[in-house]
């Protein structure tokens, strides 16, 4: 998709469902040495990759499979019309013939057994049990997060729009403590720069940028009632089915489709449009032919003003308001480099068609940093805090040998030439400090670095952070030394139109022309400037006239701005860490959720283990039974809890205690305090289950010990009596 | 404006400058008595109170001058006639001439006077020298602001965009303090279900709403070459202007425009028009006719999904996802009333022609509470803490009888009745303490409750916190008791059409009508339903066939879901304070804004007084002179107050410490380290200029104790010893 290669650094490319990382790399080992450079470009590497691929031990016994299966299908086939012919045949015997039934069918047996062991081992390949378990996972984390409100399709009462979700109490909290940690992690500790720009954004800075060209996504429509999807969706759809369902597939078509699914991302509009007439692809729900497929720019359009002319779209990522200060930013710092800015806020893309719930959403938090840095002095002089890190690594290499990601001590990586420069290699290692201590697994994290030709034409190196969930390895993070390619596009044109001469040649017109001249982005604008300057005169289209008009060259001034410093003239580097925020959630929740047995067998009880920092309450208050004693008591921790700044609840229901300890659990709080007596009460941790006996007045202080992360619940558990009889309090 | 009136509690009514609140109300009082209610309705009288009205003692002696003005003009005339006669008539001698001119230039001389008595008179009764120094007051807050990239109007590179302004770095930090506050004391301490949805959001719910029918702005364009004025700013400059500089307006031309003003807000579409053709107004730039004042809707309009056929806007406020997911937050709470659900985010306006820097702006941060109530018991079990609360209140008598807002304690006004209930009263006092430890000056604070006419229908009562700046008396949160009106709206509608019989009817055209039955709001379905029940039958228009076409009772189901509980039906009542983010933060930069006297004598130095709570950044760190050992302990101490959690920069340019003490305080840097030794250092308040001497190793938890509010300044200087010598380092 265009989307998802416009940008690497600000987009999130969703890599198929995998289950396990090694035999992908082995059918990938296997399938880069079966396609020589000259053959599939490079390009497509990354896509093959991610893919599953023709040439895998499994594909192959795969293969070898459909052939006995079309043997077996042929024998079947022979032998049936040898019946057919022997029962057509006059005086032909019947103990021939039942012979012959016979043996058909033991034929027909032994290909049902073809067949089957084709459609095991075309299960297997998709690993379809897997996929399953992985589903019924999901299932059960999605289920908890809707019905305990972590999230809400957006405006359900009205039935719903796709791709739009509501972060209702929990999922609020979550995000909110994630957004703040953000903050304190990067903007407060790095001292970066951070900006708070609008989302409704003039088209000039987004044809600059390049975004209203080229951020596109290809779609097709149903002809006849207009219905809207994308081509590639369409394709692979088709494809994916084929392969699943249909063993009569031979070898060769087999494979033919697993090319197909391998190429889809860059296919161009013809080529896809080539392949849905070439199988036959309609409308999925009304089998109608499909229009080709043609470009549709992702982003929401708008007017600014009342008057209608002045365009603007909802902003696609929140970067570009970074760029275009950039001037003011790098005065603010001092004119002094390097310095990093930063920007969390809402970004939109109009998604032709919404997969795959809280991952593919039409708008969403976006956190990115914009690292200006010297392009010939990339050095951290704060590399050394992260040199020591040690984490899953896949660089390029090893993609490409058809390796497995393995754990690299990030210094060596940088010392080694793996990564680029040591201030990417600083963001991957805060990057990975900074997802680890939200909760994310570090078995399930790992910073791939793009292929050559994943990246833009422009930049030195980008790596992903990319997180693996039920829906395969997503991409979470983008990390991209992105050269000097944003700057530049943004850096100042300079069109200044002579009114004078202008106003003589169209008269009424002027201010049209004016206005057109005025709105050339850089690529016209230096064509018009080379045109003037060779030719003397230049046809300009306006479209405000609907015509073209004549531009001499004493009606225009065209100049581009530089950037000085100390003499030596140059755009300054861009180092961009861009945070998909909801994805990230996502993945922590995935992360967190576990079940456990209840008292009653049958029933599993839901928990979130949270670690403090993002558990969305971080206590609850329960008095054990329902007594005015009690309660007083609860209030006045709960006062005390406010005053020390930790955010809880008190549950003065009567429900079983168990029951109240589950309700909190499934939201993650990872602290209860349970006041049994009115001196002293428990405090409960959420995993352990470990209780211990506190006195009133200390509870607030210790809960905001372990809850703000300065003591860990075993270092509270040392200091304190453990309290063992409430145990069997648990559901 | 429809605008503003349209939801009392989320929009923000900017009132006209007064300089001082006596002279208006004096103004008021008067008017009020003049204007009897059978004259002007009531509706009208707070935009009555809000101009200049016609009969005050001022405006009297104006008017007693413009009479003595056009009396001296008169006689001028007359004698410079007699003058003319008598040239004119042969044989007139020289003396009688000379004595006929002299007496002219003598009654000239007296018309001069009278002129200019009462071009002081206008200027006074408009406050033309407060005008000026509260204009002088807002360039050097806002220089300073915009200097030092508290804001920036965004995308300046690319010539701007009215109404749009990014927050800088320092703008961003205490916006990011305000909402953290904002978090801390309305959603953590009182428990409110947080939730976050969508800024893009399907016409259906804004219909329901009533945004896309009401949402409008009158506007009118330059017939010629289209540009939109907004028809009320027109005529409001027109007659403004009209009054200042047109010194021979009569008594009763001058009291018309008066009344204009006044009535400004309430005119129809006609009535402005006609005001508009009346006084002859023309566009302000090309002097060309004005087209009729039209409606104009100030939601930004969009499409979601590809297909073009499903209209959306961006939000024009938040808390319609609140009120779309009561049904949810209702069961999450329990099925328990009282609750208050909270939302922050942004909110999007196209206003027509933006005035007045960030207090009109086209998109902005708002926070929003709906609190929902049982509507027949509105008690607040914590009013009691804010009950002993007294401040300025200026309640509906005080308004009607053109007295002065006055200070109240809460408890009173609710228990009077002033305040319509506990919960609204609550709420009021909640704001203030959270508007004043932000650091709005309580002096510049009212509590204004809306006249009777002034609230929409539904309403039971609402009150403005309005924030006095440079601008006026600015409304920044507004405190409603909206009745059950939001939740009304979207009580759950279901219209069933029956496809089948649609079907046989419309055939190919089913899908439209089915579309369009399905889209229709409440009130066209109750229409509709009480249609069908009386007639059987009904016309109705398809917009997508361009016609009519009959629906009869069999087509379509039509009920309306209504809340339960404990079997008496009821919607809950509904308490919104929602708060203009930008508003706040701009009148807070103006109560914070002052300058004192630097060592060279012409110069002087802007500081802002934010609040430790709200400051840019808590803590600067200095080394006196430059030498590696001060800049090693620079370091440690930064790292102690990273490690405490406490925002702060470090200046190591060689620049004189005073310069950077001026430096810091311009942007609001509550404390200073200097490091003028290696063992202990200086803390310097900004405000006090104060400094104490505390050592290295206590410096980060004294800074952290004062910046987070725990001790005040006055509390810590006690404990350590001052340190005098430096405070000439000052500049």
């Not at 659990?665 to 002293?680: K, Q, R």
Request: aromatic share 8%; hydrophobic share 40%; charged share 25%.
């Amino acid at each position: 998709m265009k989307t998802d290669q416009f940008r690497s650094g600000t987009n999130f490319i969703l890599v198929a469902p995998q289950s396990d990382r090694t035999p992908v790399c082995m059918r990938f080992a296997l399938l880069a040495s079966a396609v020589s450079k000259s053959f599939v470009p490079t390009k497509t590497l990354r896509r093959l990759h991610l893919s599953s691929a023709s040439s895998s031990p499994m594909a192959a016994s795969e293969e070898s499979l459909r052939l006995a299966l079309a043997e077996k299908q042929a024998t079947v086939d022979a032998q049936a019309e040898a019946v057919r012919a022997l029962k057509a045949r006059p005086g032909a015997v019947k103990p021939e013939i039942d012979a012959a039934v016979e043996c058909l069918k033991a034929l027909k047996v032994e290909a049902g057994a073809a067949a089957r062991q084709l459609q095991a081992a075309v299960s297997r390949n998709g690993n379809a049990s897997a996929a399953c378990s992985r589903e019924a996972f999901r299932q059960a984390v999605v289920n908890t997060l809707e019905r305990r409100l972590f999230y809400i399709p957006s405006f359900k009462i009205y039935r719903g729009v796709a791709g739009l979700y509501d972060y209702g109490p929990p999922g609020c909290a979550v995000k909110s403590n994630v957004l703040t940690f953000w903050r304190q992690h990067f903007v407060l500790e790095e001292n970066m720069l951070e900006v708070d720009c609008p989302c409704v954004t003039p088209e000039v800075v987004l044809k600059a940028s390049g975004h209203v060209d080229k951020f596109t996504d290809l779609m097709v429509k149903d002809e006849k009632t207009g219905t809207c999807y994308r081509a590639d969706h369409l394709l692979k759809d088709y494809c994916k089915q084929k392969l699943e369902k249909d063993l009569a597939l031979s070898a060769e078509q087999a494979a033919e489709l697993k090319h197909v699914l391998a190429m889809l991302d860059d296919f161009s509009a013809e080529e896809l449009g080539a392949k849905l007439k070439d199988y036959g692809i309609t409308a999925p729900d009304t089998k109608n032919t499909l229009s080709d497929p043609y470009p549709f720019n992702l982003m929401f359009q708008t007017s600014i003003g009342p008057s209608g002319i002045l365009p603007g779209y909802m902003r696609p990522e929140t970067a570009q308001g970074i760029f275009v200060n950039f001037k003011d930013l790098y005065y603010y710092n001092g004119n002094k480099l390097p310095f990093a800015a930063a920007q969390i806020g809402q970004a939109f893309r109009n998604e032709i068609s919404p997969r795959q719930g809280l991952l593919r959403v039409r708008e969403f938090t976006l956190a990115e940093i914009e690292h200006f840095v010297d392009p010939e002095d990339k050095s951290h002089s704060k590399f050394i805090d992260v040199a020591n890190l040690e984490f899953l690594m896949f660089p390029r290499r090893e993609q490409m040998a058809g390796e497995s990601a393995i754990p690299i001590i990030l210094g060596e990586a940088v010392s080694k030439g793996i990564v680029n420069n040591e201030t990417l290699g600083y963001f991957i290692g805060r990057v990975y400090l900074f997802l680890t201590r939200l909760g994310i697994d570090k078995e399930r994290l790992r910073f791939r670095q793009h292929l050559p030709n994943e990246m833009a034409h422009y930049a030195a190196d980008c790596w992903d952070a990319e997180i693996e969930c039920s829906y395969g390895w997503i991409e979470c993070v983008g990390i991209a030394d992105r050269s000097a390619y944003d700057l530049r596009a943004h850096s100042k044109l300079v069109i200044v139109p002579s009114k004078k001469e202008l106003g003589l040649s169209f008269k009424g017109n002027q201010k049209m022309v004016v206005e057109a001249l005025e709105a050339m982005n850089e690529k016209e604008a230096l064509e018009m400037k080379a045109s003037l300057e060779s030719k003397g005169e230049v046809e300009f289209y306006v479209c405000t006239l609907g015509k073209a008009v004549v531009i001499t060259k004493k009606m225009v001034a065209i100049s581009i701005e530089k950037k000085k410093e100390h003499q030596r003239v140059f755009t300054p580097s861009v180092i961009e860490p861009s945070f998909g925020i909801g994805r990230i959630i996502y993945c922590l929740f995935e992360h967190s959720f576990y079940t456990r047995p209840s008292k009653s067998v049958e029933e599993q009880l839901n928990v979130f283990r949270f670690p403090p920092l993002v558990a969305p309450i971080k206590c609850t208050v329960f008095p054990l039974i329902k007594t005015a004693k009690f309660d007083d008591v609860a209030k006045i921790i709960a006062k005390s809890l406010t005053a020390a700044g930790v955010s809880h609840i008190i549950d003065i229901t009567g429900t079983s205690i168990g029951k109240r300890y589950a309700r909190t659990d499934e939201i993650g709080v990872p602290f209860a305090v349970t006041v049994d007596s009115t001196d002293s009460v428990t405090i409960r941790e959420r995993d352990s289950k470990e209780q211990i006996r506190v006195s009133i007045d200390e509870v607030a202080s210790v809960v905001k010990e372990v809850a703000d992360g300065q003591s860990t619940w075993s270092d509270i558990t040392g200091r304190y009596p453990a309290h063992v009889a409430a145990q069997s309090n648990e559901e």
